[in-house]
């Protein structure tokens, strides 16, 4: 999985030919769409989705893709996922948002395109952790 994060494209590739199995959960839920979209991996994201992957999984915090390359500012990647149809509005265990996620960490080219993706801006997350 930290081939996906670290944007190993040839390693994940061999992986996905040999019948790596795309859904194997780790850490706190994470699967490899969530390490790629920690590390704005576009082409990992898009290979892992050819080989069946959920691109709308939840880790065990409640935190998609798109969140978690919200906190990144992965503004790119934002958007293709928003394309793949992942819920712009979508709330975590802590109530945030990708629009807060990107706001918290100042990030504000990946803000414009949760806007232009239909983010709600009022949104209240409990402010007590980093999910």
Do not use: F
């Not at 190993?8 to 706190?28: M, N, S």
């Not at 576009?42 to 080989?51: P, Q």
């Not at 265990?93 to 990030?107: C, K, M």
Request: hydrophobic share 40%.
């Amino acid at each position: 999985m930290w081939a996906c994060y670290e944007g190993h494209i040839g390693v994940v590739q061999v992986l996905l030919d040999r019948g790596a199995v795309v859904h194997t959960k780790a850490l706190l839920g994470s699967t490899a769409v969530h390490l790629a979209a920690d590390g704005g991996r576009v082409e990992i994201i898009r290979m892992l989705v050819n080989h069946g992957a959920n691109i709308k999984a939840t880790d065990d915090l409640g935190r998609s893709a798109l969140h978690r390359c919200c906190s990144r500012g992965h503004h790119v990647l934002a958007k293709i996922l928003l394309e793949y149809g992942l819920d712009v509005n979508e709330k975590t265990v802590r109530q945030n948002t990708p629009i807060s996620l990107a706001a918290e960490g100042a990030h504000i080219e990946t803000v414009r395109v949760l806007i232009l993706g239909g983010a709600e801006l009022n949104n209240t997350p409990d402010y007590g952790g980093w999910y």
